[in-house]
């Protein structure tokens, strides 16, 4: 005697045929992970890849010059660091001296406490918010106080006898003035049911600083920000 489970293939009818076949391919249609269709967006990796708003700001360079500093001598710059709707928040950049074992101090001040810097005869003199130590190869990587008229200086004093070759390369970064925004803001809600509002205030700047002067060279203004920013 042959003992078995009793169900054999070939005895199967033609119904069960057509009803594994069926389950079969459910199971391979809900087994299958399509590798095609929409693709969305994700914020973070956009992020990451360096999608800015238009409003986050902007980077303008500001020198690329050469200046000479006499033998106990400073030179000092004056910072485009307030434009119109526009403040500067970081200045990036290099200062580099020409010639063998010559070196140079830099230092950032706000434009008030340079002055005071620069007249203090005794007691605590005005502290820059950043100073270099001597060096021939120096990179700027610095935070700005925002909406500070800001100056930077080229400290020689220390060197009695030798001039100083100075090669500069400097950036400012711009974000727009929360208070001009908010400015901008309130005059788009006032146009209502009179159907106009104010027009825009002049905001040219007739009493920015020119920059300080070294022989012929001047400090050319930075350029204006992107329509959209970057």
Do not use: C
Request: aromatic share 6%; no cysteine.
């Amino acid at each position: 005697m042959r003992l078995g489970t009793g169900i054999h293939p070939r005895h199967w009818h033609v119904g069960a045929w057509l009803l594994a076949l069926g389950l079969l391919l459910l199971a391979l249609l809900l087994s299958h992970r399509p590798s095609g269709g929409l693709a969305y967006a994700d914020p973070a990796a956009e992020s990451e890849a360096g999608a800015t708003q238009p409003d986050s700001g902007y980077i303008a360079e500001i020198v690329d010059s050469t200046y000479t500093v006499g033998p106990a001598e400073f030179f000092a710059l004056d910072l485009p660091t307030i434009q119109p709707d526009w403040r500067a928040v970081h200045l990036f950049g290099t200062a580099s001296t020409k010639g063998k074992n010559k070196d140079i101090i830099v230092r950032l001040f706000k434009a008030k406490d340079y002055e005071h810097w620069l007249k203090q005869k005794s007691g605590v003199k005005a502290e820059p918010i950043w100073s270099s130590t001597k060096a021939r190869n120096m990179t700027l990587d610095q935070v700005l106080p925002p909406g500070e008229p800001i100056v930077l200086l080229l400290d020689n004093g220390y060197s009695m006898r030798t001039s100083k070759t100075v090669a500069l390369q400097l950036q400012l970064r711009y974000e727009r003035n929360p208070a001009e925004a908010a400015d901008t803001e309130s005059a788009s809600e006032g146009v209502g049911s009179e159907g106009m509002g104010k027009a825009p205030a002049d905001t040219t700047q007739d009493d920015m600083p020119p920059p300080r002067r070294n022989t012929e060279e001047e400090m050319p203004p930075p350029p204006p920000p992107p329509p959209a920013g970057y």
